[in-house]
Structure formats: structure tokens, C-alpha cells
């Protein structure tokens, strides 16, 4: 049974960078693309992207340049770094994983809130 | 840009029949997946590929496709099933998207 545990800074001010980390436990590492996706306060889930640990990634076009995903494969984490963050980015984050041969979002972390605010 | 169209709400007696649509654009291409999001919580994985349920999901949940709309169906609905649903599909550019989330309240 995998577990996704979460961890993070979850207040930032605006223009400063979201670092956010996800441990697997449990399960393979391999088989997934790790995935990050994120939620306004009472909206609805936006992906940002994934990362495989052939160093395959994709991301969300939507946040531009901003975002990086990465996996430290020995520690079985995913880490989320977005930059030069606003109010925009406030929003509930979570790490999940979605298989190789994709069969949807299987395993979700807890979520962290992160809030942008001056 | 590739959208999918949930309804906001539905509302539903226990004991009853829920059924949720997603509609877009060429859906039909793609497969779908539901998710249930309940207050406070991560959302869960119901329904992938349109129609396969995923592990420890109660049978009462159960997915179809036809054409360019997909249906979450809830059979015999349950007060514990009152939660936010989405739909989840992949855009042409392989972005996932999902839908704006419809929220199932049992009366």
C-alpha cells in the first residue's frame, strides 16, 4: 500500500519561490510519473505536471517557466519549486502518482495549503 | 483550448440513481476518469479508462462513455457518497485536464 506524505512552507510572500516535497513509501518508484496538482481555495484541480525517473517531465504551459518537478529517486521524493509566486498561486497542493500506461491519479498525498500573501 | 463541461450541482434521494455527465470536444478521442472529493480530503480515484473501477471502489460507482459525453452513474446513492466529483481527461497537447467538479448533495 503506498502512502504519499507531503511537506512544505505554507506561507510565502509574493515574488518569492513554493518548495514543496512529496515521500513515497511503499510501491514501486519506477512505474509512475510523480505528479503534482493544485486547487484554489473552493475551485476546482488544475495539473501542473510530472516527472518520470528516466527524467521524462511534462508541465502545464499555463504556468510557464516557473515551475520545476523534481525526483530525487534514492530518497523516493518529488520536490515542486514554483517561482516568482502571487496571490494567484494560493491554492491547495498535492503530490499523486499516475502509472507509465496512464489509469488515472491512484495515490494522493495529504495536501498542503500554501498561501502567497504580503 | 480543450474543456470539459460538468452541470454544478445535482441533487439526489438516498436510495436513488445519480448520474453526472462531462462532456467536450473530442472526448471521444480520449479516456476519462472520475474522481471523488470529499470536504478536507485528497480526491479519489473512482473510475479510469471510462469505464474500469478502481481498487476498493464500491460497485454502486460505475462510468460509460458514448460519443463525446462520459457519465458517472451512482447506483442506490448513500448519504456518504455527498462529495464534489470530477472528470479528468487528456487535452491533444497531453495536458490532463479536469473538469470544474460537480457537486452531488443527497437529500
Known amino acids: 500500500q503506498v502512502q504519499l506524505q507531503q511537506w512544505g512552507a505554507g506561507l510565502l510572500k509574493p515574488s518569492e519561490t513554493l518548495s514543496l516535497t512529496c515521500g513515497v513509501n511503499g510501491g514501486s518508484f519506477s512505474d509512475y510519473y510523480w505528479t503534482w496538482i493544485r486547487q484554489p481555495p473552493g475551485k476546482g484541480l488544475e495539473w501542473i505536471g510530472e516527472?518520470?525517473?528516466?527524467?521524462?517531465?511534462r508541465y502545464n504551459p499555463s504556468l510557464g517557466s516557473r515551475v520545476t518537478i523534481s525526483l530525487d529517486t534514492y530518497g523516493r521524493r518529488s520536490s515542486l519549486t514554483l517561482a516568482s509566486v502571487t496571490a494567484a498561486d494560493t491554492a491547495m497542493y498535492y503530490c499523486?502518482?499516475?502509472?507509465?500506461?496512464?489509469?488515472?491519479?491512484?495515490?494522493w498525498g495529504q495536501g498542503i495549503l500554501v498561501t502567497v500573501s504580503s | 483550448s480543450f474543456e470539459l463541461k460538468q452541470p454544478p450541482a445535482v441533487s439526489v434521494s438516498p436510495g436513488q440513481t445519480a448520474r453526472i455527465p462531462c462532456s467536450a470536444d473530442?472526448?471521444?478521442?480520449?479516456?476519462s476518469y472520475w474522481y471523488q472529493q470529499k470536504p478536507g480530503q485528497a480526491p479519489v480515484l473512482l473510475i479510469y479508462?471510462?469505464?474500469e473501477r478502481a481498487s476498493d471502489i464500491p460497485a454502486r460507482f460505475s462510468g460509460s462513455s458514448s460519443g463525446t459525453t462520459v457519465t458517472l452513474t451512482i447506483s442506490e446513492v448513500q448519504a456518504e457518497d455527498e462529495a464534489d466529483y470530477y472528470c479528468q481527461s487528456v487535452a491533444k497537447s497531453g495536458v490532463y485536464v479536469f473538469g470544474p467538479g460537480t457537486r452531488v448533495t443527497v437529500l
Open positions: 473530442a472526448l471521444s478521442d480520449q479516456y
Open positions: 516527472m518520470h525517473q528516466s527524467g521524462s517531465s
Open positions: 499523486a502518482r499516475g502509472g507509465v500506461w496512464f489509469e488515472g491519479f491512484d495515490s
Open positions: 479508462r471510462d469505464s
